[in-house]
């Protein structure tokens, strides 16, 4: 069965500072990745996903990930934070074989600093 | 603007009570969800609707009672809940139930249970 890991519970960065949230993945195939945000009091909005081709995938709202099949990792990356961007951030994997769900890893937290 | 409606916002219940949670999509899907959210867990997948006939059952226990009369409507029948059921309930929808479809989520239901 798939499953996903995000290091990190919650990561504090100052506005105009660059960000990178990590997420590996375990699954014997090629994954269908996705990164999702959830803003305090909303539901869970897709930033972006990977399905096959270009290992770098932009995203809405300036955000961007990298496929890396050797580390197992999906990455999601920013240049330049924004106070908007302070919310919870999720990656998924979708997995083929048995059951078509997603599997969530537990979140990071993201703290921007004026 | 969501495509995916849930109502009430906020519940509070005491665990002899009966209610319902209530999920609108306005996106055409085929599929819908409900996922609980607990804090410091991974979002737990509960319930699965592929036009309107339930496809997955995470183990969920009996106090939990999905319904679903149209593609477009999804219910959570509550009884004699437990204090640990208290969560943020997620609905969503998808295109169709695979594992590579992106998931449009609502902005929720945070439960009580006194």
């Known amino acids: 069965a798939q499953s996903v890991t995000q290091p990190d519970i919650h990561i504090t960065v100052s506005e105009g500072a660059s960000l990178e949230l990590r997420c590996n993945y375990s699954?014997?195939?090629?994954?269908?990745l996705f990164w999702y945000v959830q803003s305090p009091g909303q539901g869970l909005q897709l930033l972006l996903k990977?399905?096959?081709?270009?290992?770098l995938v932009q995203g809405i709202k300036g955000f961007e990930a990298e496929f890396k099949r050797s580390q197992s990792s999906f990455n999601l990356r920013k240049p330049s934070v924004h106070w908007s961007d302070a919310a919870e951030y999720f990656c998924?994997?979708?997995?083929?074989?048995?059951?078509?769900?997603?599997?969530f890893g537990k979140g990071t937290k993201l703290t921007v600093n004026p | 603007e969501t495509g995916v409606t849930q109502t009430p916002r906020h519940l509070v219940m005491g665990m002899t009570n009966k209610k319902s949670l209530k999920c609108e999509q306005h996106?055409?899907?085929?599929?819908m969800y409900w996922y609980k959210q607990s804090a410091k867990k991974p979002l737990e997948l509960m319930f699965v609707?592929?036009?309107?006939?339930?496809?997955e059952n995470n183990s969920v226990p009996s106090r939990f009672s999905p319904e679903c009369p149209n593609s477009s409507h999804l219910f959570l029948h509550l009884h004699t809940l437990q204090p640990e059921d208290s969560a943020l309930y997620l609905c969503?929808?998808?295109?169709?139930?695979?594992?590579?479809?992106?998931?449009?989520f609502g902005d929720g239901t945070r439960l009580s249970i006194l």
């Open positions: 998924a994997v979708g997995a083929k074989g048995g059951s078509e769900k997603l599997v």
């Open positions: 969503a929808s998808s295109q169709e139930w695979t594992f590579n479809q992106p998931q449009h």
């Open positions: 990977y399905f096959s081709g270009d290992t």
């Open positions: 609707y592929s036009l309107e006939e339930r496809v």
């Open positions: 699954y014997g195939a090629t994954p269908y």
């Open positions: 996106l055409g899907h085929n599929a």
